[in-house]
C-alpha cells in the first residue's frame, strides 16, 4: 500500500482532481528561508493591518497630529524646524515598536505561531515576513509624515530633506525589527508587554534628545553608544543642523546594521519547540 | 492491523512542564490509516502529547517518531496536519485568506484551497471575516487548513469541543471519509462517549497510558459496559498512588455522535 495510493484516494475522497489540487509534498527538501513563505507572510500581515483602520490610524495620522501639536505650540519660535527632523524619526519608532510588539503576540496567542511552526515555514520566512511588510508601512508613514511636517506646519530642514526621510524610514524599520526581537526573546504574551518600557525609556533618556550627549556623565555617555536610537537622533540633529549625507553616512550604517542584528535575534531566539 | 508500519512510535516518552512531569515514561503506537481517539479528562497531557508530535514541545527523555521519522523533523511539515485546541487562524482575515495564506506556506494551489472549504462545508462563510463567525465555525476552517496539502496523518486536538450534536457527528463522518480514503487520524477528545467512533482507543491519565485497545476489547477486558466505567475500573486496577482525587465526569451532555 503505498503512500501515493493512499494520497491519491484522500483527494477523492474530500473531492479533489487527482495529482492536481494539490502538489504532490512527500519528498521536497525543507529550506531555512524561502522567497516563497517570506512574502506570503508579508502580504498576510499587510491584509492583516489593511483590516484594522485604528491600526493605519495610529501609524500615519498619530505622528502627524503629534507634530502638528508641537508647530501649534512653539508657533513663531524656531523649535520646529531644530526638533521637527527628530521627532520626525522618533514618532514612527516608538508607534511602529508598539504596532509590531502587539501584532506578533497576538500570532503567539492565537496559536497561529504554533501552527506555524508545524508547517514548512523557516523562522527566518516568518520574521522576514513581518519586517517586509512593517518596512513597508513604516516606508509609507516617514514619507507621510516628513511632507505633513514640511508642507503643512512648514518645518524648514538646513539639510536635505530626503536624508531626513532616510533616517526616518530607517528609524521606523529599526523599531519595528526591535519589536520583532522583543516579542521573539519573550517566553510570554506579559512579557513582551514588560520588555517594551525596558527596550525603550533607557533609549529615549540618552539618545541626546533631553541632553547633548557630550554633557553627559561618560557612563551614561558610554551606554547611549550602544543604543540604537543614539545614532537616529544624531543623524537628525545633523540635518537640521545643515549636514549633509555625507555627514551621517556613518549613524546611517549603524542604524542598518542594528536592524540587521534585530533580525538575526529575532530569528535565533524564536522557538519552534517550548516548554 | 498489526501489519502495517505504524505511524505513530513512542518510546519511554516523558515531558517535564514547570517542573511537574507531565507525562510518565510513555510508550504507544499508532497503527495506520486508522482513527485513533484520545481519550482523557482534562490535565491527563493529552495537549503536551500532540504538541511533542508535531514538534512544538520540548521533550525531556524518550523518543517519538511519526511516519518513521523523529517527531518534529522538517520533511514531516509537509505530511502532518495539526488543529490546535483553540481554532489557531487569523480572525481578522476572511476564511479563504487564511486558507491562502496557510497554502502558500504548504506550497498547494487555490483549488486545494475551495477542496478543504467544501469538505467542512463552509461554502457559505468563505468570504467571511473569521472574527464574525461562530466558535463552531471557527474551529472548522482552522480544520481546514489542517487539511490543505493531504496530509498523511492529522493530530487533532479536542476537535468537536464545544459544537453542536449535529456538526460533532458531521465532524466524526469527515473523520471517518478521510480514513477511508487512507488518512491516519489521532483524535483528543475529553468526551467518553466519542469512543464508538474511533477504530482504536488510547486512554490517558495522569501522564500514564491506562489502555491501549480497540473498544470491544477494551470493555471485553473491563468487563465495563461504556468506556467511561472501563476507565473508572483501570483506574481502580492501577490503583494509582493518587487515586483518591475525585475523578470528573466527562461525559457531554444531549445528543451523541453515533
Redesign the interface.
Known amino acids: 500500500m503505498s503512500t501515493h495510493d493512499a494520497r491519491s484516494a484522500a483527494a477523492v475522497a474530500t473531492g479533489a482532481p487527482q495529482g492536481e489540487g494539490a502538489r504532490t509534498p512527500v519528498q521536497r527538501a525543507p529550506s531555512a528561508v524561502s522567497p516563497r513563505a517570506t512574502l506570503a507572510t508579508a502580504g498576510r500581515v499587510l491584509r492583516q493591518i489593511r483590516h484594522d483602520p485604528r491600526t493605519i490610524a495610529l501609524l500615519v495620522v498619530l505622528p502627524c497630529v503629534l507634530l502638528g501639536l508641537i508647530a501649534w505650540m512653539f508657533d513663531g519660535t524656531p523649535v520646529l524646524d531644530q526638533f521637527g527632523p527628530i521627532l520626525v524619526g522618533l514618532f514612527p519608532m516608538i508607534i511602529m515598536f508598539l504596532v509590531t510588539s502587539v501584532t506578533t503576540l497576538r500570532e503567539r496567542q492565537s496559536g497561529t505561531l504554533e501552527r506555524l511552526m508545524t508547517m514548512p515555514i523557516g523562522k527566518g520566512d516568518f520574521v522576514g515576513g513581518y519586517a517586509l511588510a512593517f518596512a513597508l508601512l513604516a516606508t509609507v508613514q516617514a514619507l507621510v509624515v516628513v511632507a505633513f511636517a514640511v508642507w503643512v506646519c512648514g518645518m524648514d530642514v538646513s539639510g536635505p530633506v530626503w536624508v531626513v526621510v532616510l533616517v526616518a524610514v530607517l528609524d521606523a524599520i529599526l523599531g519595528s525589527c526591535l519589536g520583532l526581537a522583543a516579542s521573539a526573546l519573550a517566553r510570554s504574551e506579559f512579557q513582551a508587554v514588560q520588555l517594551m518600557p525596558v527596550i525603550l525609556f533607557p533609549q529615549l533618556i540618552t539618545c541626546g534628545l533631553l541632553m547633548p550627549r557630550d554633557e553627559m556623565p561618560a557612563v551614561l555617555e558610554a551606554i547611549s553608544r550602544v543604543l540604537p536610537l543614539t545614532y537616529g537622533v544624531s543623524a537628525l540633529q545633523d540635518v537640521a543642523a545643515g549636514g549633509t549625507f555625507a555627514d551621517v553616512s556613518g549613524a546611517v550604517a549603524v542604524i542598518v546594521a542594528f536592524i540587521v542584528g534585530a533580525i538575526v535575534l529575532g530569528t535565533l531566539t524564536l522557538r519552534r519547540r517550548t516548554v | 492491523m498489526g501489519n ?1 508500519e505504524p505511524v505513530i512510535s513512542v518510546q519511554g516518552l516523558r515531558v517535564d ?2 517542573g511537574t512531569t507531565v507525562l510518565h515514561a510513555l510508550d504507544l503506537t499508532v497503527p495506520e ?1 486508522q482513527v485513533v481517539g484520545l481519550l482523557g479528562p482534562s490535565g491527563s497531557g493529552k495537549t503536551t502529547l500532540l ?1 511533542t508530535l ?6 525531556t527523555a524518550g523518543t517519538a517518531h511519526v511516519l518513521g521519522r523523529p517527531a ?1 523533523d ?2 514531516l ?4 496536519g ?1 488543529v ?1 485546541q ?8 476572511s476564511v479563504t ?1 487564511n486558507l491562502r ?2 497554502a ?6 487555490p ?2 484551497v475551495s ?2 472549504i ?2 467542512v462545508d463552509l461554502a457559505r462563510h468563505a468570504r467571511r ?1 473569521v472574527g464574525t463567525l461562530s466558535g463552531g465555525e471557527r474551529s472548522r476552517v482552522s480544520l481546514a ?1 489542517a ?4 496530509p ?1 496523518l492529522l493530530v487533532l486536538d479536542e476537535p468537536t469541543v464545544g459544537l453542536d450534536p449535529v456538526l460533532r457527528r458531521d465532524l466524526w463522518d469527515l473523520f471517518a ?2 480514513r ?4 491516519s487520524l489521532l483524535v483528543s477528545s475529553h468526551v467518553m462517549d466519542e469512543a464508538t467512533r474511533c477504530d482504536r482507543l488510547l486512554l490517558l491519565r495522569d501522564g500514564r497510558l491506562l489502555a491501549d485497545d480497540t473498544l470491544p476489547g477494551l470493555l471485553e477486558r473491563t468487563g465495563a459496559h461504556d468506556v467511561e466505567h472501563a476507565f473508572l475500573r483501570l483506574v481502580e486496577d492501577a490503583s494509582v498512588p493518587d487515586g483518591a482525587a475525585p475523578l470528573r465526569s466527562p461525559r457531554h451532555l444531549g445528543g451523541e455522535a453515533s
Open positions: 502495517n512542564r514547570g490509516r504538541r508535531v514538534g512544538v514541545q520540548v521533550v518534529g522538517p520533511t511539515r509537509h505530511q502532518v495539526y490546535t483553540s481554532p489557531s487562524v487569523y480572525s481578522d482575515l485568506e495564506y496557510f502558500s506556506i504548504l506550497g498547494v494551489g483549488r486545494d477542496r478543504v467544501d469538505a471575516r487548513a487539511l490543505l496539502g493531504e498523511r471519509r478521510l477511508d480514503a487512507g488518512t
